[in-house]
């Protein structure tokens, strides 16, 4: 792996922020950081980058290992939410700003920016100044400046979290399309789920300070390992094992061993089948309009389930309805 992270440990004031974090990335894998505020995501891409120091843990990159240099010694690309943009230098000097601490020569930066100009698909904007942008333009030159330097590492911490839903979706599709053309490895921090399901090779799942599981996105939603992913990855319809042997024992099947509490079921609301049923023991509840579905709740046997269903199914609230499960759509998570 090109990036190691081993048993890194931060505290502040004695909160411990970090926990023995540990995982590794692939040479050209774009990684996202997921996780609620103030899980320690941000604190772990401030300490990669160099920017804090790891009270222990160590961090390599290729064959160097960055924990004991500074920040400007790292070659680290870092994009942050807030663009952070010089507003007196134009777009090409901005982006040029690495270059020129770096000593490069005038040429290779005029170069280098309509390279990236061209990239980033700005190329007649090197002469306007951030405050003529609009803010997924800003974040593009942001982009660009990270880049200039050619980092053998890109950093992003929750870069389009500050930009409209429309927008938000359309850079999604651009970063990625252009990570995988440069092949740069990438971390990035965000709480947006979908975003990183979107967007990522894989996912740290992180939850106070501690990594909850690593995977892909696709096993990540379908195969959670603990009913704090289940439920943060995703809606999930989290049930104890009581409940599940007395309603519906044929979902145990697949059950780990262990004591009643140390599992619960979680069943997606797509993988909730339901069916009209004059004689059904369940009730649709409330609904809510999603576009192309409806989310359901259902009241079933003193519990409320979520069950999600084409916008043209022939329900309405109050009906009664069957309701089932195939075995294999429900996953055994850790309590």
């Known amino acids: ?29 774009f990684v996202c950081l997921l996780g609620p505020s103030g899980c320690g995501k941000t604190t772990l891409l401030r300490i990669i980058a160099g920017l804090l120091e790891a009270d222990g843990g160590t961090i390599r990159l290729g064959t160097r290992e960055l924990t004991p240099l500074p920040a400007q010694q790292r070659n680290i690309g870092l994009v942050f939410q807030s663009y952070s943009l010089f ?29 990236l100009l061209a990239l980033v698909r700005m190329p007649d ?19 660009a400046r990270a ?25 999604r599709g651009e970063l990625r399309q252009l ?57 999930s319809n989290l049930l104890p094992t009581a409940w599940i042997r007395e309603v519906w024992p044929e979902l145990l099947v697949h059950r780990p061993s262990g004591s009643d509490d140390m599992f619960v079921a979680c069943v997606r609301p ?33 519990r409320q389930l979520l069950c999600e269903q084409h916008r043209d199914t022939a329900l309405a609230q109050g009906d009664a309805v069957s309701v089932s499960v195939r075995p294999d759509r429900c996953t055994w998570v850790r309590a």
């Not at 904007?125 to 982009?143: D, I, N």
């Not at 909730?272 to 079933?300: D, K, N």
Request: hydrophobic share 45%; charged share 25%; glycine share 8%.
């Open 125 to 143: 904007a090197a002469a306007r100044y951030p405050a003529e942008l609009s803010g997924g333009q800003q974040q593009r030159v942001a982009l």
């Open 87 to 115: 507003p007196t230098m134009t777009v090409a000097q901005n982006i040029g700003y690495g270059m020129r601490l770096r000593r490069a020569t005038r040429a290779s930066i005029a170069a280098r920016c309509e390279e």
């Open 179 to 235: 990570q995988r053309s440069l092949a740069i490895p990438t971390l990035m921090v965000t709480h947006d789920q979908e975003e990183a399901l979107s967007m990522a090779d894989r996912i740290v799942c992180m939850n106070q300070g501690r990594i909850e599981q690593i995977a892909a996105p696709r096993e990540l939603y379908l195969r959670p390992r603990t009913a704090f992913v289940a439920g943060f990855v995703g809606e």
């Open 147 to 171: 880049l200039a330097v050619d980092p053998g590492l890109l950093l992003l911490d929750e870069p389009l979290s500050a930009l409209d839903a429309r927008v938000r979706e359309q850079l």
């Open 1 to 29: 792996m090109y990036l190691q992270i081993d048993n890194l440990h931060k505290s502040f004031a004695g909160q411990r922020v970090l926990d023995g974090i540990g995982f590794a990335a692939g040479e050209h894998e």
């Open 270 to 302: 797509e993988d909730v089948l339901v069916r009209a049923e004059a004689e059904g023991t369940a009730r649709m509840g409330a609904a809510t309009f999603r576009g192309a579905t409806v989310r359901w709740q259902i009241e079933w046997r003193g």
